[in-house]
């Protein structure tokens, strides 16, 4: 079995190596394989649960959808800095240059 891996994340397992966060390439890869199927197992849980949902009531409405996101928005608690002022920008993004 042959496994090409992008020269840029065997840079990152060697960092990790070296900043004490991994003992191993193997192991920074291990772990990364573990979370990845940990991911996957619990996407599919979603998908079979959001398709029971739909088949019991129907199929969830992209305007529900949206709703429930703005719902979610009003009801975050912000843990750093301030909540924006409706229509103000946030301080971290310029302003685009005028032409």
């Known amino acids: ?3 090409t891996v992008d020269p840029d994340l065997v840079e990152a397992a060697n960092r990790a190596i070296a900043d004490g966060e991994a003992e191993s390439v193997s ?3 291990s772990a990364a394989l573990v979370d990845k199927v940990a991911k ?4 599919a849980d979603l998908r079979k649960a959001i398709e029971t949902y739909e088949l019991e009531f129907g199929e969830i409405a992209a305007e ?15 843990v750093r800095g301030r909540r924006p ?3 103000s920008r946030s ?5 685009a240059a005028s032409a």
Not at 40 to 43: A, F, Y
């Open 64 to 78: 529900e959808l949206a709703a429930q996101a703005r719902t979610d928005r009003a009801d975050a608690v912000i």
């Open 27 to 29: 192991g920074w890869v």
């Open 91 to 95: 301080p971290r993004r310029p302003k």
């Open 85 to 87: 002022v409706a229509g």
């Open 40 to 43: 996957d197992r619990r996407l």
């Open 1 to 3: 079995m042959t496994v």
